[in-house]
């Protein structure tokens, strides 16, 4: 990445060049890399102090870098002609003459460079000896926050309880326990905590984790000599050793704890700086999917596997994930719920994004505007850009050097307002221009068409086109991406098809394609694909028509799920969606012969004029449910019912119903205790979700009934009444995820004082959000005594973090606002007795994001100023909107968005308007235009 980091770079160009080393100028390529490459380690050292060495390392790594295109260039040539049964060794260098030339004579000059400095040869050997030992000695931390701050104290022994804490059983136990050691560190761990001004608990675990690695006496000196004192004798500027922006906090405290940080990155073995400086690329406090991090590091060359380790580059990366987050440089934001309770996503502490911003400079770059765009420009270091903002040309996103570009990420483009460029053009222009990409992100974009020019990208690993949802076909020149390790599809729901020469990814190893569910009976075209290890879902359509039909093919229907299951096991697929069902015997076929690898099931039925000789009943098999985890089902129009059992166990934990219209009642799931996740939609006749008297008495001896669920969805439910017809249950204990939209019938339903995760009510009733906060009402005093002192929440919303509030006509401002310390995101939408802002909500301190559409607001309060957390502000079509306040300078925000506010839109006019001096000090403004100009 940046200049210190350069091992691993030269590592995968001398592989590169291993089957060259014979051969004329590459082999003289090779000769000098290898001369260079003993000196990397030394002066990826000095470099820390010494300009003129990191000056150096900067040039070394752009040539690098050229020479790795250029051998990758090679390997592709080769690969195509093995693939058109050619040797080989066919692909002649001298077609690459000029250019090897070229980057030999730039690699002599900084060879020669070398003269200049005093570097010393450490062998590959040692470091890797080094890299085994800090991997043998590496924290085992527990799940505490990195965040907390200590007094001087605390801060003290928590440093000792990390540093000094050792595996057991290991030969090193003893050397840790020498008093030597033990006072070493403790000298270290007062001169830590001074420089942290107190106890930042972040740098105290980092650097605390850090020591472990260093057993021997030798290395807690050299350390304390060499690092430690060499900090306190420079009492100088960050920005005076690292000439490159870096987003630092003005606090002085918190510069000094960024030095130490830095001290724990030098400390990293060289794959783990590369991947810890890309996490750069996201926006800060951006919670990052851990599969899509280990992929973009595969597509990017930095996990290494040595040729002793039988790991998968998937192993190893989700290892350098649990190495990064032992050494606190990550920390966990989610844990797999299920068995493995493995980290799926990760996010940086605030210090810790600073310090990836400070050690990778201006190679990775989070763009906000085409003004850093230009910046970028004139330095021509970026290998990675990820835009955060609306491209206004095509020259916004070429601007960049060709040669040098790794990585482009454009997602999102569709959720932001345009201004005339087509992300189609974009999309063209990248692929004629950057040839050597690894990875492109194009997620969300409002791609509709993928150019044909998209081979050229013969170097691409990683490729996201996802959740374009008008993306039909793609062209059969993607096949010519022979290199390509991860593609990804899901939720483009109109894709029909895969290319005719789709066989031809022969290095693809993860395909995801959840929602794509015209994308049916691929087995031909993937089943050859021997380096695939994940395909996300499996397609199955019955084609069930008529009954002369359905006879036709009822020995193809009956083997078309076995014959699957072999695919199921070979590419561990867990999701299985079987489509254009039309008989529920056909259906129950199929629900005994599914595999039981599988995890999820989603079961659609054929969108026919109804027929009531049809659907009659479809039964949950008690060994389905014993073993699936996840059951959507969409368009059935029978009765849905369980099989019976005294001893009836499940893992279901969501379940998914939508379109089923004939669905009264949820009586086959009462007794699945450990749902999870329920999302009903679409269901035109349900009233209730419990019915019967007899499941009051199973609520009474049970009070465990739904007390799993976390998350539920009623979308769309025109006849739901409530949640028990008897109003059995009284409180969702574990719901932290709660969103109504358009049930206006909805009367009662159990509290749900704990939510967290958010909060949506759109066009129901705010009955509903009284009983919460016991504000009502006759069916909350005459509520079962179940109910707990534990479930009865004082102050009800206080870990809530978002609330959506849209189109309630009864809405009143009865909210506890002073209760709710941890919200962060609010937005008003449609409500049409908004005037103002409710006067109690300038309490909620914790508010980061704050949105208002549609309403008829007329003022903002001056008391806005009192959110200091505040980051974004938003408010769209509230035309009576006229003016900001007259201390509105003083909002310390990063983003205000104003849209179809004329009033006050003419206020805000660049140079001229009346309230444009208030706003013009906030880095990003988003300003609509006015309309009727």
Same mark, same amino acid.
């Given at each position: 990445m940046a200049a210190g980091n350069l091992s691993l770079v030269v590592k995968r160009v001398l592989h590169l060049l291993g089957p060259h080393q014979q051969q004329g100028l590459l082999g003289g390529v090779a000769k000098t890399v290898s001369k260079l490459a003993p000196l990397l380690l030394d002066a990826e050292k000095k470099s820390q102090r010494d300009l003129c060495i990191r000056y150096w390392l900067t040039d070394l790594e752009d040539v690098l870098y050229d020479v790795d295109n250029l051998l990758t260039e090679i390997e592709i040539e080769k690969k195509k002609k093995k693939k058109k049964k050619s040797f080989p060794s066919q692909v002649r260098t001298s077609t690459y003459s000029q250019e090897i030339k070229q980057v030999m004579k730039r690699l002599d000059g900084i060879a020669i460079g070398r003269k200049d400095f005093d570097l010393k040869k450490i062998s590959s050997e040692a470091e890797a000896a080094e890299e085994e030992e800090e991997e043998v000695h590496r924290l085992r931390r527990g799940e505490s926050s990195p965040t907390s701050y200590l007094n001087q104290e605390e801060s003290l022994v928590l440093f000792e309880k990390i540093a000094f804490e050792s595996k057991s059983g290991g030969g090193s136990m003893a050397l840790l326990q020498q008093q030597q050691q033990i006072i070493i560190r403790r000298s270290i761990g007062n001169k830590i905590v001074q420089r942290c001004g107190g106890g930042d608990s972040l740098a105290i675990k980092a650097i605390g984790s850090m020591l472990r690695s260093k057993i021997t006496v030798e290395q807690l000196q050299d350390f304390d000599t060499e690092e430690l004192s060499k900090m306190e004798e420079e009492d100088c500027n960050l920005h005076n050793l690292f000439p490159f922006t870096a987003s630092y906090s003005s606090n002085e405290e918190a510069g000094e704890v960024l030095r130490l940080l830095k001290l724990c990155y030098d400390d990293l073995p060289s794959p783990l700086k590369h991947c810890f400086a890309y996490c750069s690329l996201f926006p800060k406090r951006h919670v990052i999917g851990v599969q899509r991090l280990i992929k973009l590091w595969m597509a990017q060359g930095f996990i290494v596997i040595e040729e002793s380790e039988e790991k998968s580059m998937e192993d190893v990366g989700y290892q350098y994930v649990v190495d990064l987050i032992d050494r606190y440089f990550l920390e966990v934001v989610e844990r797999d719920s299920k068995g493995s309770k493995q980290v799926t996503k990760c996010k940086l502490h605030n210090l810790m994004y600073d310090l990836a911003i400070l050690v990778t400079g201006d190679q990775c770059r989070l763009l906000d505007s085409a003004a850093d765009t230009a910046q970028c420009q004139k330095?021509?270091?970026?290998?990675?850009?990820?835009? #955060?903002?609306?491209?206004?040309?095509?020259?916004?996103?070429?601007?960049?050097?060709?040669?040098?570009?790794?990585?482009?990420?454009?997602?999102?483009?569709?959720?932001?307002?345009?201004?005339?460029?087509?992300?189609?053009?974009? =999309?063209?222009?990248?692929?004629?221009?950057?040839?050597?990409?690894?990875?492109?992100?194009?997620?969300?974009?409002?791609?509709?068409?993928?150019?044909?020019?998209?081979?050229?990208?013969?170097?691409?690993?990683?490729?996201?086109?996802?959740?374009?949802?008008?993306?039909?076909?793609?062209?059969?020149?993607?096949?010519?991406?022979?290199?390509?390790?991860?593609?990804?599809?899901?939720?483009?729901?109109?894709?029909?098809?895969?290319?005719?020469?789709?066989?031809?990814l022969v290095n693809l190893r993860h395909?995801?394609?959840?929602?794509?569910?015209?994308?049916?009976?691929?087995?031909?075209?993937?089943?050859?694909?021997?380096?695939?290890?994940?395909?996300? $879902?499996?397609?199955?359509?019955?084609?069930?028509?008529?009954?002369?039909?359905?006879?036709?093919?009822?020995?193809?229907?009956?083997?078309?799920?076995?014959?699957?299951?072999?695919?199921?096991?070979?590419?561990?697929?867990?999701?299985?969606?079987?489509?254009? /069902?039309?008989?529920?015997?056909?259906?129950? $076929?199929?629900?005994?012969?599914?595999?039981?690898?599988? $995890?999820?099931?989603?079961?659609?039925?054929r969108v026919?004029?109804?027929?009531?000789?049809?659907?009659?009943?479809?039964?949950?098999?008690?060994?389905?449910?014993?073993?699936?985890?996840?059951? !959507?089902?969409?368009?059935?129009?029978?009765?849905?019912?369980?099989?019976?059992?005294?001893?009836?166990? !499940?893992?279901?934990?969501? /379940?998914?119903?939508?379109?089923?219209?004939?669905?009264?009642?949820?009586?086959?799931?009462?007794?699945?205790?450990?749902?999870?996740?329920?999302?009903?939609?679409?269901?035109? #006749?349900?009233?209730?979700?419990?019915?019967?008297?007899?499941?009051? =008495?199973?609520?009474?001896?049970?009070?465990?009934?739904?007390?799993?669920?976390?998350?539920?969805?009623?979308?769309?439910?025109p006849k739901l009444q409530g949640w028990c017809e008897y109003n059995y249950i009284n409180v969702l204990p574990s719901l932290t995820k709660l969103v109504i939209e358009n049930c206006p019938k909805l009367s009662s339903m159990p509290r749900f004082p704990d939510l967290k995760e958010g909060l949506v009510m759109d066009r129901t009733s705010w009955k509903l959000l009284?009983?919460?906060?016991?504000?009502?009402?006759?069916?909350?005093?005459?509520?079962?005594?179940?109910?707990?002192?534990?479930?009865?929440?004082? #102050?009800?919303? !206080? #870990?809530?973090?978002?609330?959506?509030?849209?189109?309630?006509?009864? =809405?009143?401002?009865?909210?506890?606002?002073?209760?709710?310390?941890?919200?962060?995101?609010?937005?008003?939408?449609?409500?049409?007795?908004?005037?103002?802002?409710?006067?109690?909500?300038?309490?909620?301190?914790s508010l980061q994001e704050l949105q208002v559409w549609r309403c008829p607001i007329k003022e903002i309060p001056s008391w806005?100023?009192?959110?200091?957390?505040?980051?974004?502000?938003?408010?769209?079509?509230?035309?009576?909107?006229?003016?900001?306040?007259?201390?509105?300078?003083?909002? $310390?925000?990063?983003?205000?968005?104003?849209?179809?506010?004329?009033m006050l839109l003419r206020r805000l006019e660049v140079g001229k308007g009346a309230d444009w001096s208030k706003i013009k000090f906030i880095p990003e403004k988003k300003l609509g235009p006015i309309s009727g100009r």
């Open positions: 330095n021509s270091k970026t290998f990675h850009a990820c835009f #955060n903002f609306d491209p206004s040309s095509t020259e916004d996103v070429t601007m960049f050097d060709a040669k040098k570009m790794r990585t482009i990420f454009l997602s999102g483009q569709s959720r932001r307002i345009y201004r005339g460029i087509g992300v189609g053009k974009i =999309f063209e222009k990248i692929t004629y221009k950057f040839r050597f990409l690894l990875a492109l992100d194009m997620q969300a974009s409002g791609l509709e068409i993928v150019p044909n020019s998209i081979g050229k990208l013969k170097l691409l690993k990683y490729l996201d086109l996802s959740e374009n949802e008008e993306l039909t076909m793609l062209p059969n020149s993607i096949t010519e991406l022979i290199d390509l390790q991860t593609l990804i599809l899901s939720k483009c729901f109109k894709l029909e098809k895969l290319p005719k020469d789709f066989t031809n395909f995801e394609i959840d929602g794509c569910n015209n994308l049916a009976n691929l087995s031909p075209q993937i089943k050859n694909l021997s380096h695939l290890k994940e395909l996300s $879902q499996l397609v199955l359509s019955v084609e069930s028509s008529s009954s002369s039909s359905r006879q036709q093919h009822g020995i193809k229907e009956k083997k078309m799920l076995p014959e699957s299951s072999e695919l199921i096991q070979q590419f561990k697929i867990k999701n299985l969606r079987l489509k254009n /069902l039309r008989h529920e015997e056909t259906a129950i $076929q199929y629900l005994r012969a599914v595999p039981s690898e599988i $995890q999820s099931l989603s079961l659609e039925w026919d004029k109804w027929n009531k000789s049809v659907y009659g009943e479809l039964p949950l098999h008690n060994n389905l449910l014993s073993y699936l985890e996840e059951l !959507s089902i969409n368009g059935f129009k029978g009765v849905i019912v369980r099989c019976p059992s005294s001893q009836f166990s !499940s893992k279901l934990v969501k /379940l998914s119903l939508s379109r089923c219209s004939n669905c009264k009642n949820l009586q086959a799931i009462h007794q699945i205790h450990g749902l999870k996740v329920l999302v009903l939609e679409y269901l035109d #006749n349900l009233e209730y979700i419990l019915v019967g008297h007899e499941l009051f =008495f199973s609520s009474t001896n049970n009070p465990n009934l739904f007390s799993s669920l976390e998350r539920l969805w009623l979308t769309d439910l009284d009983m919460t906060m016991n504000r009502c009402t006759s069916s909350s005093s005459s509520s079962s005594t179940t109910t707990t002192a534990a479930t009865t929440s004082l #102050n009800p919303f !206080s #870990n809530l973090e978002s609330i959506c509030i849209v189109d309630i006509e009864d =809405f009143k401002d009865d909210i506890p606002w002073s209760t709710l310390n941890k919200l962060r995101f609010l937005r008003f939408d449609c409500i049409k007795e908004l005037d103002t802002l409710p006067s109690k909500l300038q309490d909620v301190l806005i100023t009192k959110f200091k957390k505040l980051e974004k502000l938003v408010f769209g079509v509230c035309p009576l909107l006229k003016e900001l306040p007259e201390n509105f300078s003083r909002v $310390q925000i990063q983003t205000l968005e104003i849209k179809d506010c004329n």
